[in-house]
C-alpha cells in the first residue's frame, strides 16, 4: 500500500463518497456477479464477449471499491466555520477569483468531485488553499502558469 497523506474533506464530501461505496459494495456489486452468471449460461467461455465483458468490469469495480476504502481510512474532516472564521480557503469552500484577463471563475474545492467543483490536490487546488480574499495566487497548470486575485469565499 502506498504511503499518502490522509484526504482533507467536508462531512458531507465524505458522507458522499461512503454512499458511493456503500452502492459499489451492494447492489453494483450484486448486478456485476448476476451478469457473469447469466454469461456463464451463453456457454462456451472462451468465445463468450459477455463474460469477458462481465469480468472487466468486475474488476474495474473491483479497484475503485479499493481506492475508495483507501482514500476513506484516514480523513480528516475539515470544520467549514473554523475555516471560514480563519479567513483562509479550505476543501468545502466555494470560491470566486478573478483571472489575469478580468474573466471571474466560481468553483467549489471538492476531495468528491463533480461539475464546477477542482481538487484540492489540482493546480488550481493546490494555489487556492490557505489563501485569503485579494490574494493574488498563482495556479501552475500543466500548458502554463496564470494568476488570479481571489475575489470571494464562502462554505455552504
Known amino acids: 500500500m502506498k504511503n499518502r497523506e490522509p484526504e482533507r474533506m467536508t462531512a458531507t464530501q465524505k458522507a458522499a463518497l461512503d454512499a458511493e461505496l456503500a452502492d459499489m459494495e451492494g447492489p453494483k456489486r450484486q448486478g456485476i456477479i448476476d451478469a457473469i452468471a447469466v454469461a ?21 469495480l473491483e479497484g475503485r471499491i479499493q481506492n475508495l476504502r ?5 480523513v480528516v474532516i475539515v470544520d467549514g466555520e473554523a475555516a471560514a472564521a480563519s479567513g483562509r480557503i479550505e476543501v468545502g469552500a466555494h470560491v470566486v ?10 468553483v467549489e474545492i471538492s476531495a ?18 490557505g ?4 490574494d493574488s495566487v498563482r495556479i501552475a497548470a500543466p500548458k ?3 494568476t ?3 475575489i ?3 462554505y455552504p
Open 152 to 154: 470571494s469565499f464562502r
Open 70 to 74: 483507501e482514500r476513506l481510512r484516514e
Open 148 to 150: 488570479a486575485t481571489v
Open 40 to 60: 456463464r449460461g451463453f456457454g462456451d467461455l472462451s468465445e463468450n464477449f459477455e463474460y469477458h465483458a462481465a469480468k472487466h468490469e468486475g474488476g474495474m
Open 131 to 134: 489563501a485569503k480574499v485579494g
Open 97 to 106: 477569483i478573478e483571472d489575469e484577463d478580468g474573466g471571474e471563475l466560481s
Open 112 to 129: 468528491v468531485g463533480g461539475s464546477g467543483t477542482v481538487s484540492p490536490t489540482s493546480p488550481l487546488g493546490l494555489a487556492l488553499v
Open 144 to 146: 502554463r502558469t496564470w
